[in-house]
């Protein structure tokens, strides 16, 4: 484990193919310091905002004790002082299966449709903590976004003068649904990895970036975008077979899982996600489809949101010849599509696009004007806080 951090470290801030000199030089160890000290910076105050409006919302009695029982599954959060309103006021909707995991294993149930590795760091990290799984499941995902961030920063800097790095982190802030990053969910281990996983590859450490691909792959399905971006950037620099095989990692992560669930004898995961959430694989449109227009707007804006710069952050990739960009792009967004409901097409796709990088980037270059970052960052604050309450409460979110 401490050769793998080693080499991730040495690959991430090595030089990057076909960057110039004065880019090269933010390989040294000041511009690496500083990402660190960025992505730590942003964390604590993003994470200290949240806490102090969760405790707001906790102590003004809109948050209530007893909430959301029925739905727990046995577990009994604390319901007054600062465990309450820290750590176990984050128990909701997906970590209760998570937290299932940790402290029951997987069983035939919905539990199994729920990618292992997330899970299994979260029951490691708890057990330093007397077997705290909720804590642990926690501090797994915070240690993920500070990674993430400091990956987000690194490869804004490398990309050159283009966009600069704290606009791009900032993007990623007003992201409607980013507060998820900062919960007990999966999706800031599969940013990391896959930032890992790319800059790995950037960096001609096809091994380094198989192992990245492949454990994001047992993180979550949607990982399986990262293959795009990775197929598409090796076929450009013309690389080697490793790099080709590297590309596959995420494949090879969905496929074992799978693979698994059908050796435990689990019911087929196409039948669970329909039974339990209504879901199906593939495209349905029909007359219910259209006639739910309107809760699309209302319930479901932040998926539409999503789905509006997704799809922008597609043709500004389009536009400037980085198809393999585009192409990650359009995965992360295709991917949910075509596993949500017909009576609501779009499930999902605000928190799922949280993987989607180039739309951070993009989102950066459409606000560079003073006016337009005031606008951005306005209303994404707005949004993240009012989704973060409303998940608190035990509002659906995506």
């Not at 820290?86 to 149930?109: K, N």
């Not at 492949?214 to 197929?231: D, E, R, V």
């Not at 075509?338 to 270059?365: C, D």
Request: hydrophobic share 55%.
């Amino acid at each position: 484990m401490v050769r793998l951090c080693r080499a991730l470290a040495r690959s991430v801030y090595a030089p990057v193919n076909g960057i110039p000199e004065k880019q090269a030089q933010m390989t040294q160890p000041h511009p690496a310091r500083n990402s660190i000290l960025r992505g730590l910076s942003l964390w604590g105050i993003w994470r200290v905002a949240l806490s102090l409006w969760g405790c707001a919302l906790w102590r003004i009695g809109l948050i209530l004790p007893d909430a959301g029982r029925g739905w727990l599954y046995g577990f009994r959060p604390a319901v007054e002082g600062v465990r309450a309103w820290l750590v176990d006021l984050w128990l909701r909707w997906d970590t209760i299966h998570y937290l299932r995991i940790v402290s029951e294993g997987y069983g035939p149930d919905e539990r199994s449709v729920y990618f292992p590795l997330y899970p299994m760091l979260g029951r490691t990290v708890g057990a330093l903590f007397g077997g705290d799984g909720l804590l642990g499941l926690l501090l797994v995902g915070n240690l993920a976004a500070v990674g993430a961030f400091t990956l987000l920063d690194r490869l804004a800097r490398v990309e050159g003068r283009q966009v600069e790095s704290r606009l791009v982190l900032r993007s990623l802030v007003c992201w409607p649904t980013s507060f998820l990053l900062l919960a007990a969910y999966p999706h800031a281990v599969v940013l990391f990895l896959c930032l890992a996983a790319y800059l790995a590859l950037r960096g001609e450490k096809p091994w380094l970036a198989l192992v990245c691909g492949l454990a994001a792959g047992l993180t979550h399905s949607t990982a399986l975008a990262l293959m795009a971006l990775l197929i598409v950037d090796v076929w450009q620099a013309r690389m080697r077979w490793p790099s080709y095989l590297a590309a596959f990692g995420p494949v090879f992560g969905v496929a074992g899982f799978m693979a698994w669930r059908a050796y435990a004898g689990f019911p087929s995961m196409g039948e669970l996600i329909s039974e339990v959430w209504g879901r199906t694989i593939g495209v349905e449109i029909g007359l219910q489809g259209v006639m739910t227009a309107s809760t699309w707007l209302l319930r479901g804006w932040p998926n539409l949101l999503a789905l509006l710069l997704g799809g922008g952050a597609v043709v500004w990739s389009l536009r400037r010849q980085r198809f393999d960009w585009a192409s990650f792009q359009a995965a992360v967004l295709l991917i949910p599509i075509l596993a949500a409901p017909s009576f609501e097409p779009l499930a999902g796709l605000a928190r799922y696009a949280l993987i989607g990088f180039p739309a951070f980037f993009t989102v950066s270059r459409w606000t560079a004007s003073r006016w337009a970052r005031l606008t951005c960052v306005t209303i994404g604050i707005a949004a993240n806080l009012y989704l973060c309450g409303l998940f608190l409460m035990w509002g659906f979110v995506g």
